[in-house]
Every structure is written in C-alpha cells, then in structure tokens.
C-alpha cells in the first residue's frame, strides 16, 4: 500500500490510493477517509468538484492524529474544476482547495478535464504554483492524446500524471503506450467500472485461482500494468478488501485474459463531448 511510483519531478506517489467521487461531505467521507488510512492506505484523491474537501481535510488531520503520522506520510491530490478553468479564476481555485482542505499542502493538483480554449490558460497557472513550490506536483485528468499533444507543445513544466477512466472494459492502451513514452504516469478513476464489472466471468474466474474477489483482481491488474489506482467506496469491509491485493500475483495469461475484455466502453463522460 506505501509502495510508490516515482513522478517526473522526483515526488514519490503511491500505487494504490482511496478515490472519494460521490463520498458524501460530512460523516460519510470523513468515515471512509479515516477507515482506510487506518487500513494502510496513504493516498487520497478529491477534487473541488466532488464537495468534500473540508471532511476528506478533517479527516486526514484527525487520522494522522490517531495513527502517529505525518504529513508527509499521506498524499492528497485535489482538482481545479471546469467553472474555475482559466489563469486567474485557477489559481483562486488552488487557494479555495487549499484552504478547504486546511492541510499545509496539496500533493498533487490537476486539472479535471481538458476545457476547450481554456486548458492550457490553466496549465499555466498550475505550472506557477507549483514553481512558487506551492504543490509538490502537477498533472491533467481525462486528457486524450491529442490534448496532450497540445498541451505539451506549449508547457514549461510536463505533467506528472494523467488521471482517465481505466478498466478492463476501457484499456487505453494507446493513451498508456503514449504516456508512458512521455515520463507520464497514468492513473485509473473508477477502475471498478463504478461497480459495473464486478460480476464478471472472466474477472470471476480468474479470482477464484487465488481466493481472490473480481474487485481485487482488477486492482492488481492495474498494479502489474503500471497503472495508479484509487477504487472508491465508503464501506469500511469494501475500503479492506480492495486494499489486500499485495499477497498474490497475476500470470501473464490472466493479465493477457483481462486485456483483452477490453471494449472501449466508458461509464463515465467522453473527454472530447462533454458538458457540465
Ligand atoms: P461503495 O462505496 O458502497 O463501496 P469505482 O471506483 O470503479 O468508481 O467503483 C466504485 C463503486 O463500486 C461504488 O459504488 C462502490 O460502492 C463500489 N465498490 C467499491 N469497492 C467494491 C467492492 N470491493 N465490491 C463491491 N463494490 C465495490
């Protein structure tokens, strides 16, 4: 679980973290927050969109606190969302996250999605922040290759990472291969397919080889193909669960076998059609 991946600028991130979507602000995400930091996990992702910064905040002091950890020793990303993209209204939003979270810093920062004719105005502000040293690393959501071939041909400071929808049913490989070749480390948002997968035979089958769940055996595949995971729940049983994937390990075959479940389906938005 404190196993890390070290980003393009030296910061180490870990592996396997707790995704908070949907988390509810107040009791239920300051529960799940505490309940997987005591579980081991040392790895948080918010967003000012999902409004529970201040609990997923409240959360890590008190655990910290409790579990005789520092700051350093948890790390936080947040995201400016699409109502504040842009130079100035960005760098007020890293100001509001971080003032809502009430932590001396944010880890990672990143921008949500690829705003038309507004991304890059943000990179820019993000790249300033994070020159004044007020991040430790910056980095991009939901960026398809093309967007990142923007980006990229402008950009002073190169993401750390790119955060996109990723599961055995949308493998990005191409986008993986790119990033990968870029010193860009990829990041999987809802790797559970939002619980969609859960049932599937494959993934099914391929758990029961080691007394494994499908949740497990995707978590794990993430893991073997290089890939950040933060698998979401609120339910103190499915936060262990998903985190006790360090004792068995994926053959080729079976990796070979989840591969190829690929359809290049989303559950979530499409990066290059989407409105909110
Ligand atoms: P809950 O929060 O009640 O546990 P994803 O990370 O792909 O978006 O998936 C999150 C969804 O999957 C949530 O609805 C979450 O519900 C559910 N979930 C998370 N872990 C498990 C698990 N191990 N088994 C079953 N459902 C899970």
């Known amino acids: 679980l404190q196993d890390t991946v070290k980003l393009n600028n030296g910061v180490e991130m870990p592996w396997f973290g707790l995704g908070v979507y949907k988390a509810q602000e107040g009791e239920e995400v300051i529960q799940a927050v505490k309940a997987a930091i005591r579980a081991g996990y040392r790895s948080i992702d918010t967003a000012a969109a999902y409004n529970n910064e201040e609990g997923v905040g409240q959360a890590i002091r008190e655990a910290m606190e409790e579990n005789g950890l ?38 990672l920062f990143l921008v949500h999605w690829p705003v038309k004719d507004k991304y890059k105005e943000t990179w820019r502000a993000l790249e300033k922040v994070y020159k004044e040293g007020k991040v430790r690393a910056i980095g991009v959501s939901n960026f398809q290759i093309h967007h990142l071939e923007d980006l990229l041909a402008d950009a002073e400071v190169v993401p750390t990472v790119n955060q996109v929808e990723l599961h055995p049913q949308l493998t990005q490989k191409e986008l993986l291969k790119f990033t990968k070749e870029k010193g860009i480390v990829l990041e999987a948002w809802s790797p559970l397919g939002q619980g969609n997968l859960l049932e599937n035979e494959t993934l099914v089958s391929i758990g029961k080889k080691y007394g494994k769940t499908a949740a497990q055996v995707i978590l794990r595949w993430d893991l073997q193909v290089g890939v950040i995971t933060i698998p979401k729940s609120v339910n103190e049983g499915r936060i262990k669960e998903n985190a006790d994937i360090y004792d068995f390990e994926l053959s080729a075959e079976d990796i070979a076998a989840i591969d190829a479940l690929n359809l290049n389906q989303r559950f979530g938005s499409d990066p290059d059609n989407f409105n909110f």
């Not at 520092?70 to 130079?87: A, E, L």
């Not at 996250?97 to 810093?105: A, D, F, G, H, R």
């Open 70 to 107: 520092s700051r350093d020793q948890i790390f936080v990303t947040s995201k400016v969302w699409n109502n504040m993209q842009g130079y100035e209204t960005t760098l007020e939003a890293f100001e509001t996250s971080l003032k809502k979270l009430n932590l001396e810093y944010i880890d």
